[in-house]
């Protein structure tokens, strides 16, 4: 079955600074990799996604990029705000597989320093 | 509009007991998800239902089982109960039959004592 791996398992930056976060995973069949943001003692936020017809995605400071070939992705965050404090969740899905799931990685705790 | 509301926000029980927890979906919403978040780790997929059909099942035991209904709401129970399963369960609902666009609830925080 598909495996995420996520790295680093913590990152500190300092404010204004750029975070990446790097995953890969192992499946060939996925081709759906969102990214989750998850505050202390909240939900998980969509923040982000990605499609495997895709190399890269942009939303204001954040960003993510796509290497099919070597099944990994990753998060970009530039000018980082102290409310981007959080845990980071990067994901893979086969969202045309009938017997769908998203799988996680471990997280990303990302501190942003004064 | 509301968004994914689940019930109990907390609950403690009793090993051995026996647990269920409730995930109302977006509006329009036709597939729930459920998954399991042990402290420090990611989500993992115990359940996903659409058109009130199993349509995945990640690796839990068969103590594991859920069921949703013609409104989309769904339920997760666990049976015999074991000090591991404490945990944040989180639902989380979609448009489609399809993992894509999920969003979570706030997750009921389940402690086995």
């Given at each position: 079955?598909?495996?995420?791996?996520?790295?680093?398992?913590?990152?500190?930056?300092?404010?204004?600074?750029?975070?990446?976060?790097?995953?890969?995973?192992?499946?060939?069949?996925?081709?759906y990799?969102?990214?989750?943001?998850?505050?202390?003692?909240k939900?998980?936020?969509?923040?982000?996604?990605?499609?495997?017809n895709?190399?890269e995605?942009?939303?204001?400071?954040?960003?993510?990029?796509?290497?099919?070939?070597?099944?990994?992705?990753?998060?970009h965050?530039?000018?980082?705000?102290?409310?981007?404090?959080a845990?980071?969740?990067?994901?893979?899905?086969?969202?045309?597989n009938?017997?769908?799931?998203?799988?996680?990685g471990?997280?990303?705790?990302?501190?942003?320093?004064? | 509009?509301?968004?994914?509301?689940?019930?109990?926000?907390?609950?403690?029980?009793?090993?051995?007991?026996?647990?269920?927890?409730?995930?109302?979906?977006?509006?329009?919403?036709?597939?729930?998800?459920?998954?399991?978040?042990?402290?420090?780790?990611?989500?993992?997929?115990?359940?996903?239902?659409?058109?009130?059909?199993?349509?995945?099942?990640?690796?839990?035991?068969?103590?594991?089982?859920?069921r949703?209904?013609?409104?989309?709401?769904?339920?997760?129970?666990v049976?015999a109960?074991?000090?591991?399963?404490?945990?944040?369960?989180?639902?989380?609902?979609s448009p489609?039959?399809?993992?894509?666009?999920?969003?979570?609830?706030?997750?009921?925080?389940?402690?086995?004592?």
């Amino acid at each position: 079955g598909e495996n995420v791996e996520q790295h680093p398992s913590t990152l500190s930056v300092q404010e204004g600074d750029s975070a990446v976060i790097k995953c890969t995973y192992s499946d060939s069949a996925s081709n759906y990799f969102p990214w989750y943001k998850q505050e202390l003692g909240k939900r998980p936020q969509l923040i982000i996604d990605i499609r495997s017809n895709v190399g890269e995605k942009k939303d204001q400071r954040i960003a993510v990029t796509l290497n099919k070939t070597a099944k990994h992705f990753s998060l970009h965050i530039t000018e980082t705000q102290p409310e981007d404090s959080a845990v980071y969740f990067c994901a893979a899905s086969d969202d045309m597989n009938r017997d769908d799931k998203i799988i996680f990685g471990k997280g990303t705790r990302l501190h942003i320093l004064p | 509009d509301a968004g994914v509301t689940q019930s109990p926000t907390h609950l403690i029980k009793t090993r051995g007991q026996h647990v269920t927890l409730r995930c109302s979906p977006i509006s329009g919403h036709k597939s729930v998800s459920w998954y399991q978040q042990v402290l420090g780790q990611g989500p993992q997929f115990i359940f996903q239902y659409y058109e009130k059909e199993e349509r995945g099942r990640g690796n839990f035991p068969d103590r594991f089982s859920a069921r949703q209904f013609p409104n989309y709401s769904s339920e997760l129970n666990v049976n015999a109960l074991l000090l591991g399963d404490s945990a944040l369960y989180l639902c989380a609902s979609s448009p489609t039959g399809y993992n894509t666009e999920a969003f979570f609830g706030q997750g009921t925080r389940l402690t086995v004592v």
